[in-house]
């Protein structure tokens, strides 16, 4: 079984940090990480194919997507 990883390009971390950008150090009880990854999950799932392509996203990794922004530090500034 092979295992994709999907590593958001340039333009796709700006996306991200333009629909829902983290704003607070400290998140009680995760509910801001939470609020964040629905936020790009819903802005990104209303995206045609065609735009998701053109960023390098397929449809079926929109929640994995918003959840690693979110959590992985690194990505998601």
């Given at each position: 079984?092979?295992?994709?990883?999907?590593?958001?390009?340039?333009?796709?971390?700006?996306?991200?940090?333009e629909?829902?950008?983290?704003?607070?150090?400290?998140?009680?009880?995760?509910?801001?990480?939470?609020?964040?990854?629905?936020?790009?999950?819903?802005?990104?799932?209303?995206?045609?194919?065609?735009?998701?392509?053109?960023?390098?996203?397929?449809?079926?990794?929109?929640?994995?997507l918003?959840?690693?922004t979110?959590?992985?530090?690194?990505?998601?500034?």
């Open positions: 079984m092979t295992t994709a990883v999907l590593t958001p390009s340039g333009d796709l971390l700006t996306l991200i940090e629909v829902a950008p983290k704003r607070f150090s400290y998140d009680f009880l995760g509910l801001l990480s939470g609020y964040r990854a629905y936020q790009v999950y819903t802005h990104l799932s209303a995206m045609s194919d065609a735009e998701l392509a053109a960023l390098g996203v397929r449809r079926h990794d929109l929640a994995r918003a959840m690693e979110v959590f992985d530090g690194r990505r998601a500034g």
